[in-house]
C-alpha cells in the first residue's frame, strides 16, 4: 500500500529519495520496460521474483504457493522495489552468500550493522540503539531462530503498531550484487540478524523503498513502543551530564543529529550534517588531571568519526588515560564508527536529540530508576460527533475528554505540593498508509470539583494548564510536564472540526503516580460516552460481517468482486440505507476490490477486506452525516464537505469532474457511489505520493507506469 513521504522543514535527519539517490545509490537505468513503483508492481513483480526462485504455483489458479522446489519459505507478498529488479541484482539466500550463514554471531551488538544503498540511517540508529537493551532486542528478533536446527527459510520479527507487538514473517532471500548485500549487512559476513531485521521492517512499511527517508523517533516507536520526542540540544538543561544520565538510566534510546548543513556532507571535525547517530552512553572517565565526562556515539555506516578532541585514531587527550581504563569504556582505535566526545563538543556538534522513553516493564537490568508507567486510552474524532477541532473554534468541547488523577510521588510526601512529571503522546493512526496528515494538539485542563467531564461553559472560563505549543501534522505529539498532584482533563483535538479518524493517547507517568480511565460521567454529560457512531444503525455488527464474508466468500476465502457485490448488497439491505443497495453496481465493486488488492490478483482475503470494511465504516458514518435530509443521497454542494470530513480536499475543477462522472442524473451522489468515489480518490491520491517522494507536488511517469496507474484500478 502506498505511503505518503514526508520532508522536515526545520530538520532533515529526514532522507529524500531524490536527494539521497544522488549520494547514496547508482543511477537507476532508464528503462521503462523494467521500473515499476512498489505499488504498481503487483502481478508481474510476483511473476518475476517466482521465476528468480523457481516456485511453483497451482495449476487451477494460478496462485502463488509458499514453498519453493526444496520446501523452504517464500514470501511472495514482500513489496520488490524498482531498485531490486535491475539488472545485476539477484535475491539469493544467505546459505548461498556464505558457507555456514548464522543468525547472531557472539551477541547482537551496536556494532552489527553497516548501512547499505539505502538512505535509511534513521531506522538504523534506531537498531543501533535497541541493541542496546536486551530484553526489549529479544522481543523484537524473537530467540531461538538460525540457520541449522529447524531451518525453513522463514525469520519472524516483532514491531509495535498501535498499542500491541504484530509478527512479521519474512523468508530470508536478500537483494545482492556480486553475491554483496546492497543494503544493510554486518561486518561479520556470516551474520544476517540486522539485514533481515531490515527486511521485515521494510514489508512493514511497504517495502525497501518506503525505507528510503523517514524520522528516527517514528522507527523508534515501532521497535520499541516507547514514547519519542524531539529536543533541541541547546534548550536542554546545563547539567547535561546529568540529565543524559537520568534518561540512560531510564533505559531511554537517544538518537542526535546535526541538521545545519548539506546532506550527508561532513563538517570540518568529520560530523556529518542531516545524518542520524545514535547516542549509546555516558561515562565519566578517569584522567591524570581529572575527570572528564564523554558521550559515546555510533555512526550507523559502520565508519566516518569524529576528528575532533577523544577522537579515536588522532585524540591526544586518551594519552592521559590509563589501559585500564579505556579497557573499562570498551575504546578501540580503528575507523568502526563508534567513538567518544566530550559532552561540552556534543553540545556544539549536534543540534536535536530524539528520546524515546521506554514503557513499564523495559528497562535495562540494573536500572537505577524505574521506567514509566504507562496508561494508553484509543480514541476516534468522528464528524459532527467528536471532532470539535481547535480550542480556538466554538465545537472545542465535542473533543473526546480523558480525565485522569496524578497522586503523589512517594519520594515527594515531605513536599506536598511537589510536582509530578509526566509525557503524554498523541498518535493517529494508519497515518502514513491513509496518506492524511492531521495537524494535532494536546490540552490539559483542570477537572471541574464535582465532575469528570469539562462542558462548554467550563471550557469558556477555564484556561490549559499545559498545552502544546502549536497543531502539527507529525504522527504522533509528544507534550512533556510537570504538575501538582490533583485530577486533570487531557482534550486531544485536530486544527480543523469534522476530520474523521483514529487516535492512540498514552500517558506515561512515574512510578508512585495513579493514572486511571475517565468514569463514565451521568446522563446530562453523556458526550463524553462512547458515541454511537451512525455506521452503527445502517450496517452489520463484527460478528455479523464476519459471518457474511464466510457465507459470501469462496472455498478458498478469498472475496472477488461477485462475491463484495452479494455480501455489500446483504449488509445495506438490514439498516437505515436500506434500499441503496439498488444503487451498488457490479463495476463499484470490481473497484473497491481492486483498489485494496496489493498483489495485483483482483480478490481479497479476510485482512485485506476488514481493512475495506473499516474504511466503509468510516465513510457510512460521514455520509449519514452529511446527507441531512435522509433521502440515502447527498446533494452536490454536500459532496466537498463530505470529502473534506474524509481527509480529502479538492477544489473546484476536481469537483465539476466529480459533477460530470460520479454523479446520478439528478446530480446527487448515492450512497455506493460515495464509497466509490472517496475509495477512488485516496488511492489515486495514495499513488500521487507513492510516487512524489520528496513532496514536489508533481511526478514523472513511465509509459507503462501510466497504463498500469490508468487502467487497474
Known sequence: ??????????????????????????????????????????????????????????????????????????DYQFPVGELEMQSGVRWKRPKELCPSPQFIVNGATRLDICQGKLSDCWLLSAIASLSMNQSLLNKVVPLGQSFREGYNGSFVFRFWQYGQWEEVTIDDYLPTVDNNLIYLSSPEKNEFWSCLLEKAYAKLKGGYRALDMGFPHEAMVDITGGVTEVLTISMLPKDLPAFLRYLLAKGALINCANCQGPLEKRNELGIMFRHAYSLTALEKVKTTYGTEDLVRILNPWGNTEWHGPWSDLNGPEWNAVSVEEQKRLGRVSRDDGEFWMSVSDFRQQFEIMEVCHLTEGLSKQGANVQPWHCVMHHGNWVPSITAGGSSQGGWFWQNPQFYFVLSEVKSSKVDPQSACSFVLALMQKQQRRSGINFSMALHVYPAHPKNTYLSPEDLRALQPVLCSPQYTSHREVVLRGSLPAGHYIIIPSTAEPNQEGSFLLRVLTEQGSAVRPAPRPTQDL??????????????????????????????????????????????????????????????????????????????????????????????????????????????????????????????DLVMQLVGLRYTEPDMTISYPGFLYLVMKLESMIQKFQAYDMVGMGNITVSYRQWLHMTMYN
Not at 521503462?32 to 521465476?51: H, I, K
Not at 451512525?534 to 455479523?544: E, G
Not at 441503496?580 to 470490481?590: D, F
Open 526 to 651: 453523556s458526550t463524553v460516552q462512547e458515541p454511537s457512531y451512525p455506521h452503527q444503525t445502517a450496517l452489520p455488527s463484527p460478528k455479523s460481517i464476519r459471518l457474511l464474508f464466510e457465507k459470501h466468500s469462496n472455498k478458498k476465502g478469498v472475496c472477488k468482486p461477485v462475491h463484495l457485490h452479494s455480501l455489500l448488497t446483504e449488509a445495506i439491505q438490514g439498516g437505515v440505507l436500506a434500499g441503496s443497495e439498488k444503487n451498488l453496481a457490479l463495476e463499484h465493486c470490481k473497484s473497491l476490490v481492486v483498489l485494496m488488492d496489493n498483489q495485483g490478483i483482483a480478490q481479497l482475503t479476510w485482512p485485506e477486506f476488514q481493512s475495506l470494511w473499516d474504511k466503509i465504516k468510516r465513510w457510512t458514518d460521514i455520509f449519514l452525516v452529511f446527507d441531512k435530509d435522509k433521502t440515502q443521497r447527498l446533494e452536490y454542494q454536500e459532496v466537498a464537505p463530505a470529502l473534506k470530513a474524509a481527509g480529502i480536499r479538492v477544489d
Open 1 to 74: 500500500m502506498g505511503r505518503k513521504h514526508r520532508r522536515c522543514n526545520s530538520c532533515s535527519m529526514l532522507k529524500s529519495a531524490s536527494v539521497s539517490s544522488e549520494s547514496s545509490l547508482p543511477p537507476l537505468e532508464d528503462d521503462v520496460e523494467s521500473v515499476c513503483s512498489d505499488e504498481l508492481l503487483g502481478s508481474q513483480s510476483r511473476r518475476w521474483l517466482a521465476d528468480a526462485v523457481n516456485r511453483d504455483t497451482f495449476p487451477d489458479s494460478g496462485a502463488v504457493l509458499t514453498l519453493d522446489r526444496e520446501g523452504l519459505f517464500v
